[in-house]
């Protein structure tokens, strides 16, 4: 349905342009947070056979992995919209809700980061139904090396701006580094999701591999999420061993 392929694309722009408070602003970070919530209602409507389906049938390994993300990323999406209407001072200031702030602001924080990458989880199950509509030229062994490199970058993002201690609240304020270009933030971002995406995309053909006993199908994750890892962990090589916020 073109619809839902629409409502996705947004969703996964809004997603990277929400994760980048430094380059939106604050004003424009509520608003298309306000454009995502209504972008989710109209994506759960949509998938609302998704939610009839779920205690028919047998939960199998995959299934049962595929439905935990899911639910996963309901909680954390929620929890993520429920503590920044809480916060809001732009789009929902009428509320006016003085109490309960400091709290909301670590629950954002963390829910944000905790939807990013089960955001990017989702994405990457599906992500066999939207590479096969990509053109011929788009395929084979091209695109795998490319998303191996911005996997490898990606992972190696997440680790040196210890994305970890927002996750888990052990830093509970977030680095925005002002003289970073808009630009860059915007890929560093998307470097970060394609590292979820690679990873939940290989998980699932492998997964599906070893509850099959397909064995032969488990080289090419295997290759795929190594040549990832092993490109992150040259990255700090390449640079000089550059640490932080930087590459």
């Known amino acids: 349905m073109r619809l839902k392929r629409v409502v996705d694309l947004l969703m996964t722009v809004l997603l990277l342009l929400l994760m980048a408070l430094r380059v939106t602003g604050e004003t424009a970070h509520e608003w298309l947070g306000m454009g995502m919530f209504v972008l989710f209602l109209i994506h759960q409507w949509l998938n609302r056979g998704w939610y009839r389906a779920l205690f028919r049938g047998r939960y199998g390994l995959v299934r049962s992995l595929w439905t935990a993300v899911n639910a996963l990323l309901l909680a954390a999406f929620l929890v993520t919209v429920a503590s920044g209407m809480m916060m809001s001072r732009h789009a929902l200031a009428f509320l006016d809700i003085r109490s309960g702030t400091y709290w909301a602001r670590l629950a954002h924080l963390s829910g944000s980061w905790w939807s990013f990458i089960l955001m990017s989880l ?55 580094d002002y003289d970073k270009a808009a630009a860059l933030v915007l890929v560093e971002n998307l470097a970060m999701m394609s590292f979820w995406v690679l990873l939940a995309y290989q998980g699932y053909k492998a997964v599906s591999g070893i509850v099959s006993r397909r064995w032969r199908s488990l080289l090419h994750p295997a290759l795929a999420l190594t040549a990832a890892g092993g490109f992150s962990a040259l990255l700090p090589l390449i640079f000089g061993g550059a640490s932080g916020d930087t590459w």
């Open 122 to 176: 989702h994405l990457g199950l599906h992500w066999g139904m939207i590479a096969g509509r990509l053109p011929g030229g788009w395929k084979g062994v091209g695109l795998n090396v490319l998303a191996a490199l911005a996997a490898g970058c990606g992972l190696h993002l997440f680790l040196i701006r210890d994305i970890s201690s927002y996750l888990f609240l052990t830093t509970q304020f977030a680095f925005l």
